[in-house]
C-alpha cells in the first residue's frame, strides 16, 4: 500500500428486498404499529409481490387475519354511526315538518296514479322508527293503539287520513320495514283501497 493510498473498510453487504421487508413486518408487529388510527399498511403490490409469504410463518398470516377482521369491524362501526346520524336527523326533520294542503294533495294524486297502474296500496311516509314515541314498539307487534305513538309528520298524516279518507273507506296500516341490527329501522305508512 502506498502513501497516497488509503484504506477503506470492506463495505457490508446490504440485506436485500425480501429479507428488509420481513424485517419491517416483524418490527411492525413487535412495535403494535397495526393497531394505529390507520390500521395495519400492507405492502404494496410490487413489494407484497416480492416477499415469501411463508417467511411471515403462520404468526404473521394470523396477524393479517386479525387485522382484516378489525379493519371489517371498524369500517360497520363506521357505517352504523353513519345510519344513526342520518335516522337522528330526519326525525329532526319530520317533528318540524307539516303537511299542508299542497302536500296531501300531491299524496292522493300520486296515490291516484298508483291505483291507475293496479296497486292496491300506497306508502304516503317512510320514516324512522324513532320518531314514535315507543320507537315503532307498537307499530312492530300491530298494537291497538299505535296512533298514538305517532309524531310530527307521520301524526299529521294519520289525523289527515282519519278525517278526510276513512270516512271513505280508505285504510291506514303502518309496517316496520327493516330491522338493522335486529331493532326496528324504518316505519312506514301505507293508504289502502284494497277490497
Not at 36 to 63: C, D, N, Q, S, V
Not at 98 to 106: A, C, F, I, L, S
Amino acid at each position: 500500500m502506498t502513501a497516497n493510498q488509503t484504506h477503506t473498510p470492506e463495505k457490508q453487504k446490504e440485506p436485500g428486498f425480501i429479507e428488509r421487508s420481513i424485517n419491517e413486518l416483524e418490527d411492525h408487529f413487535e412495535r403494535g404499529e397495526h393497531r394505529e388510527h390507520t390500521g395495519y399498511e400492507r405492502p404494496g403490490i410490487e413489494e407484497a409481490e416480492k416477499i415469501e409469504p411463508t417467511k411471515l410463518g403462520a404468526e404473521g398470516f394470523r396477524h393479517l387475519v386479525e387485522e382484516h377482521d378489525q379493519d371489517k369491524e371498524e369500517q360497520r362501526e363506521k357505517q352504523r354511526e353513519a345510519a344513526a346520524k342520518r335516522r337522528k336527523e330526519r326525525v329532526e326533520e319530520l317533528e318540524e315538518q307539516h303537511v299542508d294542503n299542497g302536500r296531501w294533495q300531491e299524496l292522493m294524486r300520486r296515490a291516484f296514479e298508483a291505483a291507475k297502474a293496479g296497486e292496491t296500496e300506497f306508502e304516503l311516509l317512510r320514516f324512522p322508527s324513532q320518531l314514535c314515541s315507543d320507537s315503532g314498539r307498537a307499530i312492530n307487534i300491530s298494537e291497538k293503539g299505535w296512533p298514538e305513538t305517532l309524531r310530527g309528520e307521520a301524526r299529521e298524516l294519520h289525523d289527515r287520513w282519519k278525517e278526510d279518507l276513512k270516512p271513505q273507506g280508505f285504510r291506514l296500516t303502518a309496517k316496520i320495514l327493516d330491522f338493522p341490527d335486529g331493532f326496528p329501522g324504518d316505519a312506514g305508512l301505507f293508504l289502502s283501497w284494497g277490497g
